[in-house]
């Protein structure tokens, strides 16, 4: 017999939201048009940039972390980044405008600019602007 924690039905019940939602599709990369797993899909994103975009596109919205903390973690993967280039960045059709994501995403002008970086394989680019938005 399978108590009500056991199931995902049960840990809906007593927590009062969908764990579905919470761990497929979090608020908090899913705010405005874009979730931030498509987005780096669309553009080709490797483990190390799409990572360093995960944490610049939640900084400031989830609930508990620390802003400051994201954008040290997407800097640790920039630096790896850029300590290891990766060949396997797309550069074809992309269907999601970089700076349409960077305005529906909120992002400040130093985060527009590492994301920028990233998008066009500039890995030591994106250090300078993610220490700078660190910064502010």
């Known amino acids: 017999h399978e108590g009500p924690l056991q199931t995902a039905e049960g840990l809906n ?3 009062g939201f969908n764990i579905e939602d919470l761990i497929n599709h979090p608020s908090h990369y899913t705010d405005g048009k874009y979730e931030v797993l498509d987005v780096i ?5 490797d483990y190390r940039t799409g990572n360093a ?7 400031g919205k989830k609930a508990g972390a620390d802003p400051l903390s994201d954008l040290l973690k997407a800097e640790f993967y920039i ?5 290891r280039p990766c060949p396997t960045l797309r550069h074809g059709a992309r269907t999601v405008d ?3 994501y960077c305005a529906d995403k909120g992002l400040s002008k130093s985060l527009t600019d590492c994301v920028d970086c990233l998008y066009h394989g500039n890995a030591h680019g994106a250090l300078r602007f993610i ?3 660190a910064s502010e």
């Open 79 to 83: 630096n790896r980044a850029a300590e």
């Open 41 to 45: 899909e669309d553009w080709g994103f």
């Open 53 to 59: 975009l995960k944490y610049i596109s939640r900084s």
């Open 13 to 15: 019940r007593l927590r």
């Open 131 to 133: 220490r700078e938005a």
């Open 98 to 100: 970089l700076y349409d």
